[in-house]
């Protein structure tokens, strides 16, 4: 694979949203050479912390990162290109004039490109205003469509109802996004909820994935794959947690949640005990420790070959999982490189939407 920031770009095929903190920079970290140019990951910023630049600098050679800094009030930290690294922007429809001068730069520093992200929730407006808004962006901006990637962000869909009241949305977008060249077009969503404390624990606890289920009800458009991980797409809403030892193990259609409250013994036990009864459950991949890094850590900690780690380390295991997996499940549909951009001739080649049956269990797993 050639280095996506090294002439011609691999192609993507997954762009994960995913927060700026250690766990899941750290997921994206332990990915190989192989891997890597098949994600396209967003991350979203909501504090520049002493390791953020470091660790975002040091990730592979082959990824990407687009960073979304909107989160940050507009200053030198909000400014990509003093990072001194590769780095795709994120750029919001309501910008200021300041930062959308300031994502151009950083653009032009790198990568000549930029992620254009449309909040379904937040952006509103009927197709000739936002035609408007995306104009003033690349006109501010100085690019083209050709250099942008759209990002349409549903945000939180946790329920069947989600799914329903996003489709028609999503659509309706999808159609006024063939007006323009841009060089890809995808949907991302949510679907963990925002606090895990009010779930059974000490039994693994199944979550419909139904990001998931949106997107394939709307594969016929041909958008692209994204998902906020193993995440709330609300950050904010997630508040610091109850700190149970905890898993989030993605399988095909579903999450099996691992929280474990058993009294007696070592905190190091007491997660031991948790992934033992991972292992050994259903969903637990035939690659075994194989499939990822997180797995193989997983697996270490079953086998008490380790500690229990941190929230920090379990958010980082059950990306690493998490990410594996979409990937296994786009990777067979068929999905081809390709480095037109997306218009209005139709979706682009490949994107049957089929989802990779590997074993999903829709009963309780231990």
Request: proline share 8%.
């Amino acid at each position: 694979m050639v280095p996506a920031h090294g002439g011609r770009a691999a192609a993507a095929v997954y762009r994960p949203v995913l927060n700026g903190r250690r766990g899941e920079l750290e997921a994206l970290a332990h990915l190989d050479e192989v891997t890597a140019p098949l994600l396209a990951p967003v991350i979203d910023i909501h504090a520049v912390e002493p390791y953020t630049v470091d660790l975002v600098g040091r990730l592979p050679a082959g990824l990407l990162p687009s960073v979304d800094v909107s989160a940050l009030p507009d200053g030198p930290r909000s400014e990509l290109v003093r990072w001194g690294v590769p780095l795709v922007p994120v750029i919001g429809l309501a910008e200021s004039h300041r930062r959308l001068v300031a994502h151009g730069a950083a653009a032009r520093a790198h990568v000549q490109r930029a992620v254009l992200r449309l909040r379904t929730g937040q952006d509103r407006a009927g197709p000739d205003a936002t035609t408007g808004a995306v104009e003033r962006v690349w006109r501010l901006a100085r690019l083209v469509p050709e250099q942008c990637d759209l990002l349409i962000d549903a945000g939180d869909v946790c329920c069947p109802a989600d799914v329903r009241l996003a489709e028609p949305r999503i659509r309706r977008l999808a159609e006024w996004a063939r007006r323009h060249a841009w060089r890809s077009v995808t949907l991302v969503a949510g679907a963990m909820p925002p606090t895990l404390a009010r779930l059974p624990t000490d039994e693994p606890v199944r979550l419909d994935r139904f990001d998931w289920l949106l997107w394939q009800r709307l594969a016929d458009l041909g958008v692209g794959y994204g998902d906020y991980g193993v995440c709330c797409a609300v950050p904010d809403a997630e508040g610091p947690g109850d700190r149970l030892p905890t898993l989030r193990y993605t399988t095909d259609e579903a999450w099996w949640l691992y929280r474990w409250s058993r009294r007696g013994g070592r905190g190091d036990e007491r997660f031991a005990d948790l992934c033992r009864t991972l292992v050994a459950a259903p969903h637990w991949p035939v690659a075994g420790a194989g499939f990822s890094w997180g797995d193989h850590e997983i697996l270490r900690r079953a086998r008490r070959g380790a500690g229990a780690g941190s929230t920090a380390n379990w958010i980082a295991w059950s990306t690493s999982h998490h990410l594996a997996h979409v990937l296994a499940a786009l990777l067979p549909a068929g999905r081809e490189q390709h480095d037109e951009p997306w218009h209005a001739d139709g979706p682009e080649r490949g994107r049957s939407g089929r989802p990779h049956r590997g074993g999903e269990t829709h009963r309780r797993a231990g």
